[in-house]
């Protein structure tokens, strides 16, 4: 199927772990890229293939991949991590480029 | 400092045209794909269209094909974006972004700020 499905909710306490999972046939072939948003801000990439981080995001920030499932783990959440996060591949037939619906992060 | 920065939003009347720009600065431009996403308003994220560096390989979404152009001018350090026979759904904010594409892989690393279109009566 062409879609990336994520929660649309996710909690954590401060300085726990979570995990925002993206599920999708593409990510079989293709690695996803993580964004964060926070309110009124342009995204900003926060893993890429797989578990590679761009320069200035915290290594609690970390990326892995399973058959149809990519996730994004936080290890111990911080309150700026509260945002809401996509994932993004490219679809199977190779045409397109998908985001996932979104998860919104609350840090408690 | 490596930026995006966009223009060209507004509002317009469905069935109108508009054409937004983004001027990039502090990277090499036309080593780059690039693309455009925007936002819905209180929506997610949707990946618009992406143009090759030389601009000879383009790929929109379904739902703009047909009606929205991109192109770039490595010249001028510009990407471009001609969206005609706009609709409310069009309504959103457009970010453009430095594209990186690989067999297997992709991300969007630099982002601009956003442009903001109203497609309304």
């Known amino acids: 199927s062409s879609e990336l499905t994520q929660d649309p909710a996710v909690s954590v306490a401060l300085g726990q772990t979570v995990r925002i999972t993206c599920q999708g046939d593409s990510l079989r072939s293709y690695y996803a890229s993580w964004y964060q948003q926070k309110p009124g801000q342009a995204p900003v990439l926060v893993i890429y293939?797989?578990?590679n981080r761009p320069s200035g995001i915290p290594d609690r920030f970390s990326g892995s991949s399973s058959g149809n499932t990519a996730s994004l783990t936080i290890t111990g959440a911080q309150a700026e991590d509260e945002a809401d996060y996509y994932c993004?591949?490219?679809?199977?037939?190779?045409?397109?480029?998908?985001f996932g619906g979104g998860t919104k992060l609350t840090v408690l | 400092e490596v930026q995006l920065v966009e223009s060209g939003g507004g509002l317009v009347q469905p069935g109108g045209s508009l054409r937004l720009s983004c001027v990039a600065s502090?990277?090499?431009?036309?080593?780059?794909?690039m693309t455009w996403v925007r936002q819905a308003p209180g929506k997610g994220l949707e990946w618009v269209a992406n143009i090759r560096r030389d601009g000879n390989e383009i790929y929109y979404v379904d739902s703009v094909k047909g009606r929205f152009t991109i192109s770039r001018d490595n010249a001028h350090n510009s990407l471009y974006l001609q969206m005609n026979s706009l609709r409310a759904e069009d309504t959103a904010v457009y970010y453009c972004a430095r594209f990186e594409f690989g067999f297997g892989y992709h991300y969007m690393d630099v982002w601009g700020r956003g442009t903001t279109v109203t497609v309304s009566s």
């Open positions: 502090g990277f090499t431009f036309n080593t780059y794909w």
């Open positions: 293939v797989k578990n």
């Open positions: 993004c591949s490219r679809d199977s037939s190779a045409k397109y480029w998908l």
